[in-house]
């Protein structure tokens, strides 16, 4: 199973939440449908980094996208 990490920055000097999936993707470039693809959050103070994981649903993932929206956008 491909698993992934990621380092989240927030770069301003103010707490900030962020929402976050990661979308995966077969050898066909087809998305992987699954309901662990939620949405999730994270709260970062300011100049915080923090890091993120997430594993592949299927033995056939091949590549994933990592999305990201601030709250009430």
């Not at 698993?3 to 707490?15: D, F, H, I, P």
Request: proline share 4%.
């Amino acid at each position: 199973f491909l698993r992934v990490q990621a380092q989240l920055y927030n770069g301003t000097n103010k707490r900030a939440k962020f929402n976050y999936r990661f979308e995966w993707f077969d050898e066909a470039g087809m998305l992987i449908d699954t309901p662990l693809s939620t949405w999730k959050q994270i709260s970062l103070a300011g100049r915080e980094t923090s890091m993120i994981q997430g594993m592949a649903p299927t033995k056939n993932t091949v590549d994933f996208k990592l999305k990201l929206l601030e709250p009430g956008s």
